[in-house]
């Protein structure tokens, strides 16, 4: 079993940035895929952002050049630098790690932009 703990949301006015961060713990070796998805309301969750073991990363058009995934293997811990962030990145924020044949899912975090 993998548990992930998420860190990091907030409020933040257009143009500010914010880190998300996730750590894992539990049965953590041959964590392949890390990545962030987001869920706004009334929306389906997205992909926002992933990489894998060897560090390629992938971005939603929406969010490359602003955003920016990264992982520290050491700690088990996957980060999302968000900067310029704007309205529409409002939506609570999931952080999701592929380990073989499962997946797992942080409890999410609230990312709110106001205009």
């Known amino acids: 079993q993998v548990l992930l703990v998420e860190s990091g949301g907030g409020l933040v006015q257009a143009g500010g940035s914010l880190r998300l961060s996730c750590a894992a713990s539990g049965s953590i070796a041959s964590i392949n895929t890390m990545a962030w998805y987001r869920q706004a309301p009334g929306k389906q969750r997205d992909l926002v952002a992933a990489?894998?073991?060897?560090?390629?990363?992938n971005y939603a058009d929406s969010v490359k050049g602003r955003f920016t995934i990264s992982r520290d293997n050491a700690k088990n811990t996957v980060y999302l630098q968000m900067n310029n962030l704007k309205p529409e990145d409002t939506a609570v924020y999931y952080c999701?790690?592929?380990?073989?044949?499962?997946?797992?899912w942080g409890q999410g975090t609230q990312v709110t932009v106001s205009s």
């Open positions: 990489i894998s073991s060897g560090g390629s990363p």
């Open positions: 999701y790690m592929r380990k073989l044949l499962y997946t797992y």
